[in-house]
């Protein structure tokens, strides 16, 4: 734990193409401490700190804290059953506070597998390898105080036999020349992206004002998580998220206020009077699943949406309170399932700014970690085949 998986995929492969939604990474998780382990309730993915994606010397994806963004994710879009079934199985998931057990006697293992979700190359597109320049895959872990449960050291939490196991499609030449004749000279992807700001709130605050750095042509919507400061080995950390006393957030960018009203909490202390409702509702309509009375989510999972801000020790201390603020501005027909317009806003050179305000200052100290998803588009030249990236 806390050190990095690089894998570096090949280039300049005639007429091939990578399919990244039927590949997946597979490893084998060991510990080597007296006593059992556990991971979190999303499994091994919540170890994963960091993904960076280099391709030559360009920087195409980075996101640090991605497994607080995919722990909110899992809790927006996976139902429980899947958790307790699948995703135990793939990559040791649970539908309570904690997944699955790694013990510290026989069966001290655990082999692992699961798709590089939340990254550009989870586009619905195939990735071309006939570029010059390769395609690097930067894993970097996070430390097994943060990221397990349990009192192993990082030294004692070893990865072994790692694989990318890829599925490839390779064109035959009459076909590569009839779609590269098609193309115009260049393969352009569109690729759904993440950026990552951290802003801290103290025991002794009641409102938080974070300008977020954000820079891009088109930023789709806005999630945010309240988790705390500090890691206890024994609790769930990663995926344990506060409400906290929460009365009103909105964003700002360019002085222009998003949305026009504010998105208003209970700012409650008691956990029964339906806090979370309002904030809910609008991360629904960013998954455009408001109406879709048949989606799948896990937010009552654990202590569920109104926990205030428990200590991740058991079940009913774990939260699963998070913000997702839509910011697209069309919706287009097909919900769920639609693939959407690229109608974000433009924030290029632009303040964009983030107000949370409180009915009381929070017992802990907490970190505010803010994704920004927009969309970014990559070209490769079929005369050159170089790669260029626009955000």
């Not at 090949?10 to 059992?36: E, H, M």
């Not at 924030?347 to 409180?358: A, D, N, P, R």
Request: with cysteine; proline share 2%.
């Amino acid at each position: 734990m806390n050190s990095q998986i690089i894998f570096d995929l090949p280039a300049n492969l005639n007429n091939t193409f990578c399919d990244f939604q039927s590949s997946y990474i597979k490893a084998t998780v060991n510990n080597g401490d007296g006593a059992d382990i556990k991971f979190s309730g999303g499994g091994f993915p919540s170890c994963i700190k960091q993904i960076v994606l280099e391709l030559g010397g360009q920087t195409l994806f980075s996101c640090d804290n991605w497994n607080t963004l995919y722990e909110m994710m899992l809790s927006l879009d996976t139902s429980a059953s899947f958790r307790n079934n699948a995703g135990q199985r793939l990559f040791g998931a649970g539908g309570d506070f904690d997944g699955a057990t790694i013990a510290h006697t026989t069966n001290n293992s655990r082999q692992v597998v699961f798709p590089l979700v939340l990254t550009p190359l989870m586009c619905n597109r195939y990735f071309p390898l006939i570029g010059r320049d390769r395609l690097r895959i930067r894993i970097i872990l996070d430390t097994s105080a943060r990221s397990l449960l349990g009192a192993a050291t990082d030294a004692e939490v070893t990865i072994t036999d790692v694989a990318l196991v890829t599925y490839n499609l390779e064109l035959g030449s009459d076909v590569m020349s009839m779609v590269a004749a098609n193309s115009g000279g260049a393969f352009k992807i569109a690729m759904p992206s993440y950026q990552h700001h951290q802003a801290s709130l103290s025991s002794s605050a009641t409102s938080l004002v974070a300008t977020l750095g954000f820079s891009m042509s088109s930023l789709n919507r806005i999630l945010i998580a309240q988790t705390r400061q500090t890691a206890v080995a024994a609790n769930n950390h990663i995926g344990n998220r506060s409400r906290l006393r929460l009365n009103r957030f909105f964003v700002t960018i360019g002085g222009v206020k998003y949305p026009m009203r504010d998105v208003q909490d209970l700012g409650v202390a008691a956990t029964t009077t339906g806090a979370g409702a309002e904030p809910f509702a609008e991360a629904l309509i960013s998954q455009r699943a408001l109406c879709a009375w048949s989606h799948d989510s896990s937010i009552a999972v654990d202590g569920g949406f109104a926990v205030l801000e428990g200590a991740g020790n058991n079940s009913g201390a774990t939260g699963s309170f998070l913000i997702d603020l839509d910011l697209e501005s069309q919706r287009v027909a097909g919900g769920e399932s639609s693939v959407g317009l690229v109608a974000g806003v433009n924030c290029i050179g632009q303040v964009v700014q983030l107000t949370m305000e409180y009915s009381a200052s929070a017992t802990n100290d907490h970190v505010v970690d803010v994704f920004g998803e927009h969309t970014i588009l990559c070209s490769l030249d079929l005369n050159t085949l170089t790669w260029s990236i626009a955000v």
